[in-house]
């Protein structure tokens, strides 16, 4: 288990913050609230890039599919933040 916290979304992915970091390529259930509805949601992603340093980690998720639901609110909230 990775408990960390989001630190920047899409509708692709997230970026994690944690206290540790894992392989590269691994398949990951991700856990968050949606920015703006605070709605949890549990959502299958892929790490595609890993960054490790000492006891930390950041960790750059790709959702594999993003529920409807979901993406609306993500989307929403990129673009209400300046996002594209």
Do not use: H, N
Not at 8 to 20: K, M, T, W, Y
Not at 43 to 56: H, K, L, M, P, S
Request: glycine fraction near 12%; hydrophobic fraction near 50%; aromatic fraction near 10%.
């Amino acid at each position: 288990m990775f408990d960390g916290r989001s630190e920047d979304i899409s509708v692709g992915g997230l970026l994690a913050l944690g206290p540790q970091a894992f392989e590269q390529a691994t398949l990951v259930q991700v856990r968050f609230a949606l920015p703006m509805t605070g709605q949890v949601v549990d959502v299958d992603a892929t790490a595609r890039w890993v960054r490790a340093a000492g006891f930390r980690g950041a960790v750059g998720l790709e959702f594999s599919v993003l529920p409807v639901e979901a993406y609306e609110v993500v989307e929403r909230y990129v673009s209400i933040m300046g996002g594209e």
